[in-house]
């Protein structure tokens, strides 16, 4: 069983910046692909980030350049460093990680942790 902890979401002023940690149990090594995705009250989850298991990077237009993803695999962390945020990246951002069990590709979600961004 996999289980994926988001922390790092809260109250922050527009312009202001968060890091988001996502604690896997066991080795991420095993996942091709972590992630980040959000989801705004009345709106579909949406991408917002993913690295591969090789350090691959990509981010939804709406975060490039002031969004980062990184992971550390001593840690089994995945991390979205934000900055410059604005009201319209409030959302509950959940954790994603995707690998292969077998031949079957499996998809874990972590429970979401609320980032709000307002003044």
């Known amino acids: 069983q996999v289980e994926l902890v988001e922390s790092g979401g809260g109250f922050v002023q527009p312009g202001g910046s968060l890091r988001l940690s996502c604690a896997a149990s066991?080795?991420?090594?095993?996942?091709?692909?972590m992630g980040w995705y959000r989801q705004a009250p009345g709106k579909e989850r949406e991408l917002v980030a993913t690295i591969t298991s090789v350090g691959y990077t990509n981010y939804a237009d709406s975060v490039k350049g002031r969004c980062t993803i990184s992971r550390d695999n001593v840690k089994n962390t995945v991390y979205l460093q934000m900055n410059s945020l604005k009201p319209e990246d409030t959302a509950v951002y959940y954790c994603?990680?995707?690998?292969?069990?077998?031949?079957?590709?499996?998809?874990?979600w972590g429970q979401g942790t609320q980032v709000t961004v307002s003044s």
């Open positions: 994603y990680a995707g690998g292969y069990v077998g031949l079957r590709y499996q998809k874990y």
């Open positions: 066991g080795s991420i090594n095993r996942f091709n692909t």
